[in-house]
């Protein structure tokens, strides 16, 4: 087997506005094993969720990936055809989206929607996808699948739509799961339902997930390892354990400190300043207005990535 499913070197997206061109990723790396985990975390806007399109090479005008690989097992996804890209969507890798409501055709009954993945993807008669349909509602923890499969995206709660999406992205078994907010919406018994009812389909079926998110407490919670962007940019990559207990990227630090914590009387750490415009960002370090430890150099120089310890990898020049 692969050391990685995934490997992402040197990605780079930009988007072309009357503004300018907004640098939304710029030169990321991330590497995801099989079976793993792997979170993605940020503020908004920090290019997570283009990460994820990227992926799926469905960056639209006037977006457009300017350089990069992107490789899926012995597939350089940037370099085979649309049509090849077509057959790899759905079949191979898969995508749950941050609203599920809107993510489902309103007008074609949730069922139709399953069993046309499955005739596309797995060839299967109507009867037999039919059948695989409901047995994946079930899967998913509905109670009433049959007449579940009947119904329409708008007679469904929050909860219900992302549990619909989750088995519309698993029923081809794919080997890598993008889940992209997947609670967005949902309150907090919900949500902690989707991301354990994630976690059991991933063993059960062998999907690797790729989980993005902006909440760290669900990184702790659920992932191995996990990827920290910041405008547009991954300044670090580590197992969670060793995240939390050794953040090196001051980023990190101050994110980790703005957890609200319910044992200590203490008041909650903000991150000063705000993320820079990423229509001509600073030529240096994207953190450096934000960051206590700045040096002369970090206004200058782009931070390369370095490994720190077993596979501890940080962008910043002052570690």
């Not at 997206?13 to 991330?30: I, K, S």
Request: hydrophobic letters at 40%; charged letters at 25%; one cysteine or more.
């Amino acid at each position: 087997m692969s050391e990685s499913l995934l490997s992402i070197s040197n990605l780079t997206v930009h988007f072309h506005t009357e503004e300018g061109v907004v640098e939304a990723v710029d030169r990321a790396d991330l590497t995801i094993r099989p079976g793993e985990i792997m979170g993605m975390v940020g503020e908004s806007g920090s290019g997570k969720s283009v990460t994820a399109l990227a992926v799926l090479r469905l960056i639209r005008p006037p977006g457009r990936i300017v350089e990069g690989e992107i490789r899926f097992e012995d597939k350089d996804l940037l370099r085979v055809s649309e049509e090849e890209m077509r057959a790899l969507r759905g079949a191979h890798i898969s995508m749950v989206f941050q609203s599920p409501r809107t993510s489902l055709n309103p007008v074609l009954s949730v069922g139709w929607q399953i069993e046309r993945l499955l005739r596309l993807h797995k060839k299967e008669s109507s009867t037999v996808a039919r059948d695989h349909a409901v047995e994946m509602l079930r899967q998913v923890g509905i109670a009433a699948p049959e007449r579940i499969y009947h119904a329409f995206p708008h007679q469904l709660s929050g909860g219900m739509c992302q549990r619909v999406m989750i088995a519309m992205a698993l029923v081809t078994s794919p080997k890598l799961l993008i889940a992209d907010e997947p609670t967005t919406g949902l309150d907090v018994s919900i949500a902690a339902q989707i991301l354990d009812l994630l976690r059991e389909m991933g063993k059960r079926t062998g999907t690797t997930i790729l989980l993005i998110t902006h909440d760290l407490g669900i990184v702790a919670g659920y992932c191995d390892h996990v990827a920290v962007m910041h405008a547009g940019q991954v300044v670090e990559r580590a197992a969670v354990r060793e995240l939390f207990h050794r953040p090196l990227h001051p980023y990190t630090v101050k994110l980790i400190r703005s957890i609200p914590r319910v044992d200590v009387d203490t008041v909650m750490e903000t991150i000063p300043g705000s993320v820079p415009g990423l229509v001509n960002p600073p030529p240096g370090c994207r953190f450096a207005d934000r960051c206590q430890f700045v040096r002369a150099d970090c206004r200058l120089e782009k931070p390369k990535m370095k490994l720190i310890g077993q596979e501890h990898w940080v962008a910043c020049n002052a570690v």
